[in-house]
């Protein structure tokens, strides 16, 4: 096997699995999805463990990769990007990893998937206006050698979904 497919098989191996949840755990993923700023002391006392015992279990979220990050929910709209698309595509066989990279790095791409179905690639994408979101569809993607159709949904609405407190 070449170094380069060596690399990409790392790259791509899953993690290995995450320990099992127990209420506790799962009463954590709640409160901090809920509030990703939320304290490690107000967090213990949400779900009566002490201090270390909710950092300790909040490492080992992160450590096994059940958590993945902390971030801010953003409305896509009041941060100037009114326009949000999925675009459905349709690629080459066998090159996932090779649009996914090229993907990542198309300005507003906020979602990517493979699935199953009639096409291969779900993307979401969050633009300033109907001309960025062109620019998006008819430029860059139709640009990747590997891309054989797209298809264009426009968002006219959207709402995250919050999870419940």
Known sequence: MAPEQMAETA?????????PLD???QDILRILQADGRASIR????????SRANAYARIN??????????????????RAG???????????????????????????????????????????????????ALREVVLTRLQAIPEVLSTRTLL????????PDA
Request: aromatic share 6%; net charge negative.
């Open 81 to 131: 990007h009114s326009t949000s698309a999925y675009i459905t595509l349709k690629i080459v066989q066998n090159t996932w990893r090779t649009v996914r990279e090229q993907l990542r790095r198309l300005p507003g791409a906020s979602h990517i998937a493979l699935v199953g179905g009639d096409f291969d690639v779900l993307l979401l994408v969050h633009t300033p206006d109907n001309r």
């Open 60 to 77: 080992r979220l992160v450590e096994d990769g059940v958590i993945r990050g902390f971030g801010a929910r953003v409305d896509h709209e």
């Open 23 to 25: 209420a506790i755990d």
């Open 11 to 19: 790259q791509d191996a899953l993690p290995p699995a995450a320990r």
């Open 155 to 162: 968002v006219f609405e959207e709402e995250d979904l919050e």
């Open 42 to 49: 107000s967090v213990a006392e949400r779900v009566h463990v």
